[in-house]
Nanobody, 125 residues
């Protein structure tokens, strides 16, 4: 059984920063991309960022480019993905979900097999 567990969400003022973490364990995620989606209140889930297995390739939604940075750390029993979020805006308020699959970039939500439970990020204006 695969588990993706997020942490690091919270309440922050506009212009502030947060760092999300997600630990994936319970199965091998070798050669799997990892990434983040988010769901703002009353809206559809949307892609935020993804990183390749080796960590050398990243992809971002236009709305977060230049403000968010994704990275990952791979270990024998678990893989961890991070999302450093700077210059946060009220429109970044959402539930953030960690995801993993062989391919995450340009995949629809129904095509991605592994999801975390989500962590809430609230940016006050």
């Amino acid at each position: 059984q695969a588990d993706l567990v997020e942490s690091g969400g919270g309440l922050v003022q506009a212009g502030g920063s947060l760092r999300l973490s997600c630990v994936a364990s319970g199965r091998t995620f070798s050669n799997y991309e990892m990434g983040w989606f988010r769901q703002p209140p009353g809206k559809e889930r949307e892609f935020v960022a993804a990183v390749s297995w080796t960590g050398d390739k990243t992809s971002y939604a236009d709305s977060v480019k230049g403000r968010f940075t994704i990275s990952r750390k791979n270990a024998n029993a678990e893989n961890t993905v991070f999302l450093q979020m700077n210059s946060l805006k009220p429109e970044d308020t959402a539930t953030y979900y960690c995801v993993s699959d062989y391919r995450v970039v340009r995949m629809a939500t129904y095509q991605i097999h592994y999801w975390g439970q989500g962590t809430q990020v609230t940016v006050s204006g």
